[in-house]
């Protein structure tokens, strides 16, 4: 009796151990790099001309999503991507100041988790922050409070990308954290797309012998205003854009047909009505326009090739084979006018340079949102449309194409599936909102992916809901407009007047979201 009993305790234990010779399956180490205030049109592989061939090459290595959705703008996608919640249900329904609700607190709240917080608690995973943090002020939403072993972070919408000197003229400063400490970047040598990019490779030299997985989320300030750039990167732009915003609309959106970007039903919108015919323009406004956007394609061109160090630091380590990399944008082009606001410290220098505090505008950004219309802080495509790029070797097939549709919520759900984790209902003795994102994993396998039927936004005032084909979508204080994608995801053809009844049923949907998430009239609160 007693030799059965020794059998099938050793029968159990050949059973659950490693098969001999099979090394145990190791989890994977996972990249989320974000751009900021980046176009759906600005990489190489997404239609541009900006040379960006460490991006193109993880989308031509991996695949490319070419209908996944950012909240719209800076703060609430953070809070969206890291939590995958809404930002409303993370506390950041707007930017970082408090708008008299909970939805609208401006930090992230004690009911989210981000996954920094589980990946290092749940499964033992080292974990990295180095660029644009914004989301919340306050201690208990700083990176080193949220599951960040090793954070540099700016805790500012913007800066200088040569110092931390103040842009606003209201006595606000721009604070950088590492760690814990509040520092001061004084050394205008190191360009910030460098100083984010050295910190992610020094930290990941420093944990090279240890076996833990880890975690890293890179989230370059670039290609956000002001327009700073290295004079070298400049100067391989400059004259290019001489043709204008009209001709290179139309190039971008040939070549996104060509590469299966988009479909040929969608056609390219319409030059928005702000910005004047390229045509029209004087040699010498042609010549400012042209420099303005020379400086901005330079940092994009910077923060490839930053990316670019961060990939040959992953194969110098021997980590590359077994990381999945997801690269996405937080909002579309910006159309902001720096020098138009009062609250912004006016500097006239040289442009792109340190003494200088300079937007592309509405012209470009409307390139840059090619083939959508409006921008960052809208919720129609232009504004929340992004490139998504997964690599995963060996788990992601090469050059793929996917339009199943997705959010930056998803990554969450993703990140865990990844690392074998499951999302729990309580963390630190913490009540945590469920997760309103989906894993992308059948995604990136090439399998039906389910996902989100529905998805919603609302940032200001701007609002809209995505059901299927249909996409229900409004401006502050403007009626709703009723899009067919199958036909126009470019939003041209307006069909509310058509199918009434559609309005009503998406109508009614949204309003239920907006309840439930704790979305306030913007008219009521944004003047608190």
């Known amino acids: 009796m007693l030799l059965k009993k020794i059998g099938y305790i050793i029968i159990a234990i050949c059973c659950t151990g490693p ?25 190489g592989c997404f239609g541009s001309e900006i040379s960006t061939p460490n991006i193109d090459r993880l989308a031509r290595e991996g695949l490319k999503m070419t209908q996944f959705y950012n909240a719209g703008r800076c703060c609430p996608s953070r809070a969206a991507l890291l939590t ?37 608690e749940q499964a033992g995973y080292n974990t990295i922050v180095s660029g644009k943090w914004h989301v919340g002020l306050q201690k208990s939403a700083l990176a080193y409070n949220r599951g960040f072993d090793k954070s540099f972070t700016m805790l500012n919408n913007g800066s200088s990308y040569f110092n931390s000197a103040p842009l606003y003229n209201d006595g ?23 100083a984010i990019t050295d910190f992610a490779v020094k930290s990941l030299d420093e944990i090279k012998a240890e076996q833990k997985p880890f975690f890293m ?49 969608w056609a390219l919108s319409p ?28 940092m994009v061109y910077r923060m490839d090739a930053c990316i670019g160090e961060i990939l040959t630091k992953l194969k110098q380590l021997g980590k590359d084979k077994n990381t999945i990399i997801l690269f996405a944008s937080d909002n579309g082009g910006s159309a902001d006018e720096v020098k138009s606001l009062s609250t912004v410290i006016q500097k006239n220098g040289e442009p792109g340079s340190v003494n200088s505090i300079d937007s592309y505008e509405i012209p470009w ?37 996917n339009s199943s549709v997705g959010h930056l919520i998803d990554l969450m759900p993703t990140c865990l599936e990844l690392a074998g984790v499951n999302y729990p209902t309580q963390f630190k003795n913490r009540e945590l909102t469920p997760l309103a994102g989906k894993s992308l994993l059948n995604a990136f396998k ?66 239920a979201w907006a309840n439930k998430v704790g979305v306030v009239d913007w008219e009521t609160i944004k003047d608190l």
Do not use: C
């Open 446 to 511: 090439g399998k039906p992916n389910a996902g989100n039927q529905t998805l919603f936004w609302e940032h200001e005032g701007s609002r809209a809901i995505r059901k299927g084909k249909w996409k229900l979508v409004a401006e502050p204080k403007q009626p709703w407009e009723l899009y067919d994608f199958d036909a126009d995801r470019s939003e041209i053809n307006d069909l509310a007047t058509k199918y009434p009844a559609k309005v009503v049923e998406l109508e009614k949907e949204y309003q």
């Open 271 to 298: 030059r928005d009505k702000r910005a004047a015919a390229w045509k029209s323009l004087s040699a010498e406004e042609k010549e400012k326009w042209d420099t303005r956007m020379a400086i901005y394609a330079a």
């Open 172 to 194: 606000s400063k721009i604070t950088f954290m590492l760690n814990d400490k509040e520092i001061t970047r004084s050394d205008t040598s190191k360009y910030l797309t460098r």
């Open 19 to 43: 098969v001999l010779g099979q090394a145990p399956k190791l989890k994977p180490n996972i990249v989320v790099i974000l751009a900021d205030d980046m176009g759906f049109s600005d990489i």
């Open 84 to 120: 995958g919640l809404y930002p409303h249900q993370a506390g950041v329904g707007d930017m970082v100041k408090y708008k008299g609700s909970p939805a609208y607190q401006g930090y992230l709240n004690e009911h989210s988790a981000t996954i920094a917080e589980l990946l290092k």
């Open 365 to 401: 950004a409307n390139v840059s949102n090619t083939p959508f219309k409006l921008f960052k802080r809208n919720t129609h495509e232009g504004g929340i449309a992004t490139p998504l790029i997964a690599w995963y070797p060996g788990h992601i097939k090469a050059g793929g194409t």
């Open 217 to 265: 989320y890179v989230a370059y300030n670039a290609p956000h205003w002001p327009i700073q750039a290295l004079p070298e990167d400049i100067v391989k732009f400059k004259g290019q854009y001489l043709k204008g915003w009209d001709v290179l609309r139309k190039q971008r959106y040939e070549k996104q047909l060509a590469l299966g970007i988009i479909k040929k039903q």
